[in-house]
Nanobody
């Protein structure tokens, strides 16, 4: 099992930046699927940035070029750097990992982008 704890959310004006962190309670081998979900008000949760099992990085089209996913294995932490934020980026951001064939999510952190 693993516990995931996000931090770094908040209120920011459009055009601003935030960096989200996801701290894991244990080390996660790099060949596991892990990433960031977002759930906007009234919408389904969507996967916005992730590491494939081969370690490649992928992004949903709406955030490509603005968001960067990264990880620090020594700190058991994954990050999401979000630049040029838009009001439509508002939502609850949760980190996710598929480990030993089980899905784990953090509790989420709120990101609100004002226009």
């Amino acid at each position: 099992q693993v516990q995931l704890v996000e931090s770094g959310g908040g209120l920011v004006q459009a055009g601003g930046s935030l960096r989200l962190s996801c701290a894991a309670s244990r080390s996660i081998p790099s060949d596991n699927l892990m990433g960031w979900f977002r759930q906007a008000p009234g919408k389904q949760r969507e996967l916005v940035a992730w590491f494939s099992r081969r370690g490649n990085m992928y992004y949903v089209a709406s955030v490509k070029g603005r968001f960067t996913i990264s990880r620090d294995n020594a700190k058991n932490t994954m990050y999401l750097q979000m630049n040029s934020l838009k009001p439509e980026d508002t939502g609850v951001y949760s980190c996710y990992v598929n480990l030993d064939a089980r899905d784990y999510w953090g509790q989420g952190t709120q990101v609100t982008v004002s226009s």
